[in-house]
């Protein structure tokens, strides 16, 4: 395992990177080249500390859908699964057999579980194992996990000289924006079945949309940074799971908002630019 830890804002962060040569080698050649630079760049610490130590900056952590009308939250999620635009799914049950999702998602919730079972059978019934126990669980167990906190980030232009080819291999990566961003993934995996990266989230406490935000602009800054075409994004828990394309958040989710309330977030006109 490869790993590298960093201290942002007074928190720690460890990037983990497992299994590489087994999952690096289920990819297209262009998205393993892409993976591969991008966490080279991580393991060697050459991100922007500045930025992830920068108060001011935005932090996709805080990106959450707040502020509807009453009963708006239950409804607008029920709405999404329905038109299927988010798939929800829960383990073992007859549905998730037949859904067209790959196993290696499929067995998130279940590997959760048997992280809270470990602990039972320890004498610790009421204990519930922490982000870093389940996480690291998933990314050893999981055939197509690739990481854990892997930090993100967007960087505001000031020159043309981003836009500039360089001959080196940090060409395939863009790393520029109108606005500054940083964020960290819980979990990056890789789904064989059409060759994408997925975004997946721990949320024990569920509630899918309320962080749907922050999930889809690691889906959509991961696009930009390594210029994909398809990203997918995951929230799951022990129960149950969530998935869909982060693209929902630039129209279906924005019109949603604006019917039920139209508060003012901040990420709203980010996002649907980003």
Known sequence: MLKNSFRHQGMIYEFKWAKRQEVLAQMPKYLHLRVETYFNKVLSGKIPYLLFDDKKILRCSAFRVKGLKRGAQVKISQYLVESGLVMEFFPESEKAKSLPIHENLKSLPGLVQESYDEYVELGYKNYKPGHDAVLSRILLQDEGALSVETPVWLQKQSNLNPYLKKNNPDELLS???RKSITGHID??????????????DYKPEGHFLRSLPQIASYGLMLKRIMQLKQVKCLSFR?????IYDPEIIRAQIEKQIVENGNPKLSWRSLLRTL
């Open 175 to 177: 790393f520029t924006f």
């Open 187 to 200: 979990l990056l995996l890789y789904d064989p079945s059409d060759q994408s990266l997925v975004i997946a």
């Open 238 to 242: 022990k129960e149950d799971a969530w």
